[in-house]
RNA sequence: GGCCCCAUCGUCUAGAGGCCUAGGACACGGCCCUUUCACGGCCGCGACAUGGGUUCGAAUCCCAUUGGGGUCACCA
């Protein structure tokens, strides 16, 4: 049995998708329950899209989700245009590619009147004479060269369709390998890097299910061994069934920025203003769904519409990690998405998956990616995780959130926080429920709306029990959570007082708002000072 | 539109002709727990897209219809 090599092979043109780090996942997992290689491969070919930034962003991602490659040299394509250009130079040679003068504009407009004739556009080599070529020259015009594609009819197995796919010869045409930039296209370099590295098995996406076919017809061409297919289930929007893509973002805050001029009958000039952004801007991007808010954009306007990070849907692998996911979690969930271990096994760590990992447990419908359960087995594991492994978490959390105020806790009190959010979902919301701690009492922003509904209302009955308490912590001498709660009850009992009606007014008082982890916990984190401080300063701002 | 792929609860899925009165998980509903938000416990609701075959027998095999998705670049 020779050792199975899969690759993952992206191109860095930012931060890593999550299907690109499913189908990472994917390969990884095969390599690793086979005990064979997993390679990883940059695919820089793209020279107005690639950066040097993305590569690092993209292995950033990938060390994140503990997906190790195992060649230490990463091959990129951009440096090999030698070995490119001497096969495609001897294809040219042997007659099996030629030059092909066409603009890009040219073939453009041959595309729209294929379409407007309601037929498939299909490229035919034109008959160049020697004339019409030296004009082109003259021109000024650069050559690409195409693949003379054989025209036959092509099949190939896929093992997770678990089906042969044929393709007829009508669908075949003569593809462009080598750019007039001088770069090898996709097309080319994957097959000439597939072959030299050794690959045996490619899992990829669906979407290259019909890309299959240049890769065979080239391969017979080069007389290269053909790898193994599986083409992998495609993860949807649940929202609108459709591939999931970075513009999704961008289309919740245009929704909610819609609801938020509609309910507060608010108009674009209201938005424009606190935004900062043009209202001609703000109409085109609000009436036209293929425009897109820039990055420096959306966080000027999800402000004004009170929008957080973590309510957009996570696309990339740097959103989940920003949401506070551990990347185990996001593994186990991305590994169910298009692969299932059987015997209703869900939870897994990456050990298990790899042992349970084969092809023939590949699901090939499309699934709808759902937020919710993934939700539910980060809630799972940190319930489970050891405390070493806890903090571990929270501190990459937070150097994922250099501007989170938890920054400035010390491990100890990082320990404590997890302790006392015990039951928490994904680390944002621990983070949103805790920071109050680590702001000053003087910039702590009081909800109004909880103000009123707890402290105000009533007949100020809020403010009344406020005061009584503040009164009573003032002379407590044991501030320890415990202590804290035998005294608050006892008063509670003296004065008939639901919890309740003490519980809220102090934690308002304290972090601004109805929500925060249990409040003896809460006081006995403060300290006395702290706690006393922050009362008095709520006690102001009610009047 | 051509071509290709897919089709079990709202969602992710189990199911390899009789183990199926279709199992699990998430979501949802109800009750319980509770000082807030979460968490947790118990119970419940809920699916084989449709129509033809094949077979003693079909969620499972075949065909058609319908629906969904993908793809038609000098982008990968």
């Given at each position: 049995?020779?050792?199975?090599?899969?690759?993952?092979?992206?191109?860095?043109?930012?931060?890593?998708?999550?299907?690109?780090?499913?189908?990472?996942?994917?390969?990884?997992?095969?390599?690793?329950?086979?005990?064979?290689?997993?390679?990883?491969?940059?695919?820089?070919?793209?020279?107005?899209?690639?950066?040097?930034?993305?590569?690092?962003?993209?292995?950033?991602?990938?060390?994140?989700?503990?997906?190790?490659?195992?060649?230490?040299?990463?091959?990129?394509?951009?440096?090999?245009?030698?070995?490119?250009?001497?096969?495609?130079?001897?294809?040219?040679?042997?007659?099996?590619?030629?030059?092909?003068?066409?603009?890009?504009?040219?073939?453009?407009?041959?595309?729209?009147?294929?379409?407007?004739?309601?037929?498939?556009?299909?490229?035919?080599?034109?008959?160049?004479?020697?004339?019409?070529?030296?004009?082109?020259?003259?021109?000024?015009?650069?050559?690409?060269?195409?693949?003379?594609?054989?025209?036959?009819?092509?099949?190939?197995?896929?093992?997770?369709?678990?089906?042969?796919?044929?393709?007829?010869?009508?669908?075949?045409?003569?593809?462009?390998?080598?750019?007039?930039?001088?770069?090898?296209?996709?097309?080319?370099?994957?097959?000439?890097?597939?072959?030299?590295?050794?690959?045996?098995?490619?899992?990829?996406?669906?979407?290259?299910?019909?890309?299959?076919?240049?890769?065979?017809?080239?391969?017979?061409?080069?007389?290269?061994?053909?790898?193994?297919?599986?083409?992998?289930?495609?993860?949807?929007?649940?929202?609108?069934?459709?591939?999931?893509?970075?513009?999704?973002?961008?289309?919740?805050?245009?929704?909610?920025?819609?609801?938020?001029?509609?309910?507060?009958?608010?108009?674009?000039?209201?938005?424009?203003?606190?935004?900062?952004?043009?209202?001609?801007?703000?109409?085109?991007?609000?009436?036209?769904?293929?425009?897109?808010?820039?990055?420096?954009?959306?966080?000027?306007?999800?402000?004004?519409?009170?929008?957080?990070?973590?309510?957009?849907?996570?696309?990339?692998?740097?959103?989940?990690?920003?949401?506070?996911?551990?990347?185990?979690?996001?593994?186990?969930?991305?590994?169910?998405?298009?692969?299932?271990?059987?015997?209703?096994?869900?939870?897994?760590?990456?050990?298990?998956?790899?042992?349970?990992?084969?092809?023939?447990?590949?699901?090939?419908?499309?699934?709808?990616?759902?937020?919710?359960?993934?939700?539910?087995?980060?809630?799972?594991?940190?319930?489970?995780?050891?405390?070493?492994?806890?903090?571990?978490?929270?501190?990459?959390?937070?150097?994922?959130?250099?501007?989170?105020?938890?920054?400035?806790?010390?491990?100890?009190?990082?320990?404590h926080l997890?302790k006392m959010n015990e039951g928490f979902?994904?680390?944002?919301?621990?983070?949103?429920k805790s920071?109050?701690?680590?702001?000053?009492?003087?910039?702590?922003?009081?909800?109004?709306?909880?103000?009123?509904?707890?402290?105000?209302?009533?007949?100020?009955?809020?403010?009344?029990?406020?005061?009584?308490?503040?009164?009573?912590?003032?002379?407590?001498?044991?501030?320890?959570a415990a202590?804290l709660e035998?005294?608050v009850?006892?008063?509670?009992?003296?004065?008939?007082?639901?919890l309740g009606?003490?519980a809220q007014?102090l934690r308002?008082?304290l972090s601004?708002?109805?929500v925060s982890p249990p409040i003896f916990d809460s006081l006995a984190f403060l300290?006395?000072?702290?706690?006393?401080?922050?009362?008095?300063?709520?006690?102001?701002?009610?009047?």
């Amino acid at each position: 049995m020779s050792t199975i090599v899969t690759r993952f092979a992206p191109s860095p043109t930012g931060y890593l998708h999550v299907g690109g780090a499913r189908t990472a996942l994917f390969n990884w997992l095969l390599a690793r329950n086979t005990d064979g290689k997993f390679l990883l491969r940059i695919e820089d070919t793209d020279l107005a899209r690639s950066t040097e930034d993305a590569t690092r962003q993209l292995l950033e991602d990938l060390k994140w989700l503990g997906l190790s490659w195992d060649n230490p040299e990463l091959v990129y394509q951009s440096k090999r245009l030698d070995i490119y250009n001497k096969i495609i130079d001897q294809m040219v040679a042997d007659g099996k590619a030629y030059e092909a003068w066409e603009t890009k504009d040219e073939l453009e407009q041959l595309q729209k009147a294929a379409e407007r004739a309601k037929r498939p556009f299909r490229y035919v080599k034109p008959n160049y004479t020697a004339d019409k070529i030296q004009q082109y020259k003259d021109e000024g015009r650069r050559a690409v060269i195409r693949f003379a594609m054989p025209v036959k009819e092509y099949k190939f197995r896929d093992i997770a369709l678990d089906k042969e796919v044929t393709i007829s010869p009508y669908e075949v045409q003569d593809f462009v390998i080598r750019k007039t930039d001088g770069m090898p296209t996709y097309h080319f370099g994957v097959v000439v890097d597939d072959a030299e590295m050794g690959v045996t098995h490619v899992l990829r996406g669906l979407e290259h299910l019909l890309n299959t076919v240049n890769h065979i017809a080239l391969q017979e061409a080069l007389g290269y061994a053909r790898p193994t297919y599986a083409h992998l289930s495609v993860m949807l929007n649940p929202e609108n069934g459709e591939k999931l893509s970075k513009r999704d973002r961008d289309r919740r805050i245009r929704k909610r920025a819609q609801e938020w001029m509609r309910s507060t009958k608010k108009t674009v000039a209201d938005l424009a203003t606190p935004s900062g952004l043009t209202e001609s801007r703000l109409n085109d991007w609000l009436t036209t769904d293929t425009i897109q808010l820039d990055l420096s954009e959306q966080p000027k306007v999800m402000a004004v519409v009170g929008l957080k990070e973590y309510d957009l849907p996570e696309i990339m692998i740097h959103d989940f990690r920003k949401n506070g996911y551990a990347p185990e979690v996001l593994n186990n969930f991305l590994a169910l998405q298009g692969w299932s271990p059987g015997n209703d096994l869900e939870q897994m760590t990456m050990q298990q998956m790899v042992e349970k990992f084969s092809t023939d447990r590949l699901v090939s419908s499309n699934p709808k990616f759902n937020r919710e359960k993934l939700k539910s087995f980060s809630t799972d594991w940190f319930a489970k995780a050891s405390p070493e492994k806890l903090l571990a978490t929270i501190k990459d959390f937070l150097q994922a959130n250099p501007a989170s105020p938890l920054n400035q806790a010390t491990d100890e009190q990082l320990v404590h926080l997890l302790k006392m959010n015990e039951g928490f979902r994904i680390l944002s919301e621990l983070e949103e429920k805790s920071r109050f701690f680590f702001i000053p009492a003087d910039q702590i922003a009081y909800d109004t709306a909880s103000i009123d509904k707890v402290l105000v209302k009533n007949d100020r009955q809020g403010v009344t029990a406020l005061k009584q308490v503040r009164d009573l912590l003032a002379v407590q001498n044991d501030w320890s959570a415990a202590g804290l709660e035998t005294a608050v009850k006892s008063f509670c009992e003296q004065t008939g007082l639901a919890l309740g009606k003490v519980a809220q007014p102090l934690r308002v008082a304290l972090s601004g708002s109805a929500v925060s982890p249990p409040i003896f916990d809460s006081l006995a984190f403060l300290g006395r000072e702290q706690t006393l401080s922050r009362i008095d300063r709520c006690l102001t701002v009610v009047g």
